[in-house]
Nanobody, 122 residues
Framework: QVQLVEFGGGLVQAGDSLRLSCTAS????????MGWFRQAPGKERDFVAS???????SYTDSLKGRFTISRDNAKNTVYLQMNSLKPEDTAVYYC????????????????WGQGTQVTVSS
């Protein structure tokens, strides 16, 4: 079993930056591919980015250049650096681990964090 805990959400203004972190604990947390998703009120949970254990990254096209995913395997932690935030980035952000198949679909992930709220004011 792997437990995921997200940190770093909050209320920011448009144009600000924010860094989310997700720490994994439990069995072999650092060896899994991990992903970030977000879910706005009334909408589906959308793929943001993913990273393999070796550091290969993937992003949803609309967020490339503004968001950066990284990981520190020694700390069992994955990060999401979010720059130039916009009001439409407002959502609950979730980290997930151990996908089977495509990293872009939430149904493929075995473990989930509880989510952290990011609110961007205009």
């Amino acid at each position: 079993q792997v437990q995921l805990v997200e940190f770093g959400g909050g209320l920011v203004q448009a144009g600000d930056s924010l860094r989310l972190s997700c720490t994994a604990s439990g069995r072999s947390g650092s060896t899994y591919a991990m992903g970030w998703f977000r879910q706005a009120p009334g909408k589906e949970r959308d793929f943001v980015a993913s990273i393999t254990w070796s550091g290969i990254t993937s992003y949803t096209d609309s967020l490339k250049g503004r968001f950066t995913i990284s990981r520190d395997n020694a700390k069992n932690t994955v990060y999401l650096q979010m720059n130039s935030l916009k009001p439409e980035d407002t959502a609950v952000y979730y980290c997930a681990a151990d996908p089977s198949g495509s990293h872009r679909y939430p149904v493929n992930y075995k473990y989930w964090g509880q989510g952290t709220q990011v609110t961007v004011s205009s």
